[in-house]
């Protein structure tokens, strides 16, 4: 696998790079959105296999990423700096990095859901993967960005994507505020370990939206600029 996109990389441009980075991505996180829809009691040896899988697709990430890196000249004629191109591959490697640490705290342990939380964790969930969408979109478009030469009504349009994003945020934070509160109101339930570990899901779920974001807005500061 590395040796193969290896070999790619000196016949794309470089949004074009972004996007084969991005595919990998979201792979990752398509992989994560499985292990949350099952983990609620499932057993840990089927978890364990898909958090690895994962966590391949994370490495696969990092492979793409690091070539880019090494290869990417240090100076080349397209529309955007080297180090404001790295900056934005970097922020997005940044939601495989949580998918894969979202991934393992699910395999420390077997969880069941609460009831309590049941209904406000899949809408947190969802929210959250739906910053993921939008901000893959706005990669996507990065070809149609520079064929406009960043602006008329393609950048508009990733404008207003990209207040969508940090909108998901937003609301994700919210949800996030709502969850914490119904998990402290039934901590006296949960055993110490339990507690612990929905702390930190509930933390590290909402960091896909707000990684998203990040990127949304640093693709957003590209376009200001221009």
């Known amino acids: 696998m590395h040796m193969q996109y290896f070999s790619k990389l000196f016949s794309k441009a470089p949004f074009d790079l972004l996007e084969l980075h991005m595919e990998k991505v979201i792979a990752c996180l398509v992989k994560l959105d499985e292990v949350l ?3 609620d009691g ?6 364990e296999i898909l958090a690895k899988g994962v966590s391949e697709l994370e490495h696969d990430a990092d492979l793409i990423k690091n070539d880019i890196r090494a290869t990417l000249p240090q100076s ?3 529309s955007v700096d080297r180090s404001n191109f790295l900056e934005i591959l970097s922020v997005q490697d940044d939601l495989a990095d949580v998918a894969e640490e979202i991934a393992n705290l699910l395999i420390i342990k077997k ?3 609460p009831p309590q939380l049941l209904e406000d964790l899949q809408a947190y969930k969802n929210k959250n993967m739906e910053a993921v969408w939008d901000v893959k979109e706005i990669v996507y478009s990065f070809q149609e960005l520079l064929e406009a030469s960043f602006g008329g009504p393609v950048a ?19 949800l996030e505020q709502k969850l914490l509160k119904k998990l402290f109101n039934i901590s006296d339930s949960l055993s110490v370990a339990d507690f612990y570990l929905w702390n930190k899901l509930i933390a590290r779920i909402g960091t896909i939206s707000h990684s998203a974001e990040k990127l949304a807005l640093r693709i957003g500061m590209l376009l200001d600029f221009k």
């Open 156 to 174: 508009q349009k990733i404008h207003e994507k990209i207040s969508q994003t940090a909108y998901r945020e937003h609301e994700s934070a919210l």
């Open 111 to 113: 969880l069941t859901i």
């Open 42 to 47: 499932a057993e840990l040896a089927k978890l």
């Open 76 to 78: 080349f004629l397209f």
């Open 37 to 39: 829809k099952i983990f």
